[in-house]
């Protein structure tokens, strides 16, 4: 395998990951799990087949589809592909509007951290895709190093304490 190149330019700081499209088993119980507990918007539908949802009336910010997955399985463990997917609140307050939904939908968490840049909840969704639900802290919150590098931690999240940012 060839070393990755090295490039003297990085990519412009303006690019963004747009969306992820995920594969499940059962389109419906998809469209409940991120739909019905964690509130995004169906925007558009492709029948029994694929749906496309979206935080704020985006187009889509995650596409769910069952075009390859129909009825399928997880991944074994020990495979690869996607570890996580990971939606960003824009406060601690929605952060912990979040955790609300899922203990009302009687959804468990599989770990919650503070990683001093961020405080995550993670958990799976029914098709046993990874989720993390976090806020970023304000950049000078950030933990940096004697060097000014960050300096990142994962920590356990103090669930009462966020519950109580509602």
Not at 147 to 154: K, P, R, Y
């Amino acid at each position: 395998m060839a070393d990755a190149p090295n490039t003297s330019q990085p990519i412009d700081p303006g690019v963004r990951i747009g969306h992820v499209h995920l594969k499940v088993a059962d389109l419906e119980r998809a469209l409940g799990f991120y739909c019905g507990v964690l509130g995004f918007t169906l925007m558009q539908r492709f029948g029994r087949q694929a749906a496309f949802i979206s935080a704020g009336g985006y187009h889509h910010h995650i596409g769910l589809n069952t075009w390859e997955s129909q009825g399928g399985q997880p991944p074994a463990p020990g495979t690869t592909g996607l570890y996580h997917l990971a939606i960003l609140y824009p406060t601690r307050a929605k952060l912990a509007e979040a955790l609300h939904r899922l203990i009302a939908a009687k959804i468990p968490l599989d770990g919650a951290a503070d990683h001093g840049v961020s405080e995550a909840l993670y958990l799976h969704d029914p098709d046993h895709n990874g989720v993390e639900l976090y806020w970023d802290r304000p950049e000078a919150d950030w933990p940096r190093g004697a060097d000014g590098g960050l300096a990142m931690f994962t920590h356990r999240l103090d669930l009462d304490d966020l519950l109580r940012a509602a």
